[in-house]
């Protein structure tokens, strides 16, 4: 059977500041993005439903981790997220999300429109 990606896009607006990075950076100050990322899943069409997925219930499995850990949240304060790089933010989100998405291949994370990272889980 053929394999097929779908993806679906999220945001949420959040303050951070990256502590690690040296004194006088820009990014050590407090600072706001609208962040967006994509979420890929990866599988086989089910021969029945026409679709690998329903983007309605993949909505409803993320839409909650935005709601309760992300959207108009500071960061730093979210367990796992005290160096809230792009790196970081794309890591947390698929320990967040694999348990509950088994076809999750991939996270595309942008803090701007021209500044992301692509995080395909461990290997």
Known sequence: MEEIELSKT????AAHFLPNVPDGHKCKRM???????????KGQIDPHTGWIMDF?????IV???????LD???LNDVPGLQNPTSENIAVWLWNQLKPKLPLLD?????????SSCV?????
Do not use: N, Q
């Not at 309605?56 to 409803?60: A, M, R, T, V």
């Not at 995080?119 to 290997?123: A, E, H, L, S």
């Open 10 to 13: 999220f945001g949420f607006e």
């Open 31 to 41: 600072h706001g993005h609208s962040f967006r990322f994509a979420v890929y899943l």
């Open 56 to 60: 309605g219930e993949l909505k409803s």
């Open 63 to 69: 839409k909650p981790i935005l709601d309760e850990h």
């Open 72 to 74: 108009h949240f500071v």
């Open 106 to 114: 991939k996270i595309t994370l942008y803090e701007t429109c021209t």
């Open 119 to 123: 995080y395909r889980g461990p290997k």
